[in-house]
């Protein structure tokens, strides 16, 4: 079946060094690959989101790439705070098919170290 | 406020006896999703609807109902639930990814229930 494989599951950094978090998805058919942020005792909450006709997408300190040859997509965090320490989900969906299942992959815990 | 609540936020029971979690969003939302998030697994889509009357399933849909007469409620049904769906369960709500070219398709999460089944 589909799946989205994410890594790594841990990541420790340094505050104001950069954060790199790689998923790579299996069905060829999504095009539309979301990233989530999840805080302690909350919900995810929607940080950034790419489509399958961009390669690069950036909004402040995050970018995503995606390279939908190689079926991978990345977050990268720049100029790390301590509020970025979060768990981190990436997604795949169809997302202008009828078939909208969404594929998690099974998320990032991000710790910023001050 | 534009949001999605659940209820209740933390439910302990019995293996066979019958619950539901309920699902509300304010939103006009015609997209609506469950999941269940396990350590290690990340999230799990359970079932999810594009709009009223239209439910399909997810990833992992076994010994789980839904229903959606409204479009505003998407509730949770666990017939006879088992040990294995002790779990912390999120809805969320968007727009219909049909019209995903208006927006970003966020997907807006409930503050999730922690569910205990001894």
């Known amino acids: 079946g589909e799946n989205v494989e994410q890594h790594p599951s841990t990541l420790s950094v340094q505050e104001g060094d950069s954060a790199v978090i790689k998923c790579t998805y299996s069905?060829?058919?999504?095009?539309?690959f979301p990233w989530y942020k999840q805080e302690l005792g909350k919900g995810p909450q929607l940080i950034i989101d790419i489509r399958s006709n961009v390669g690069e997408k950036k909004d402040q300190r995050i970018a995503v790439t995606l390279n939908k040859t190689a079926k991978h997509f990345s977050l990268h965090i720049t100029e790390t705070q301590p509020e970025d320490s979060a768990v981190y989900f990436c997604?795949?969906?169809?997302?202008?098919?009828?078939?909208?299942?969404?594929?998690f992959g099974s998320g990032t815990r991000l710790s910023i170290r001050p | 406020e534009a949001q999605v609540t659940q209820n209740p936020r933390y439910l302990i029971t019995v293996t066979g006896k019958k619950l539901t979690v309920t699902c509300s969003q304010n939103m006009n939302h015609e997209y609506m999703s469950w999941y269940r998030q396990d350590p290690g697994l990340g999230l799990r889509q359970i079932y999810y609807?594009?709009?009223?009357?239209?439910?399909d399933k997810g990833d992992v849909p076994e010994g789980y109902k839904v229903s959606r007469k409204e479009k505003r409620n998407f509730p949770l049904i666990l017939e006879s639930p088992s040990p294995n769906q002790t779990s912390l369960y999120f809805c969320a709500s968007s727009l219909s990814p049909l019209e995903v070219r208006r927006g970003t398709d966020t997907q807006y999460f409930g503050p999730g229930t922690r569910l205990t089944v001894l």
């Open positions: 069905d060829s058919a999504s095009n539309y």
């Open positions: 609807s594009m709009n009223v009357e239209v439910t």
């Open positions: 997604a795949a969906s169809r997302a202008y098919s009828s078939a909208s299942k969404i594929i």
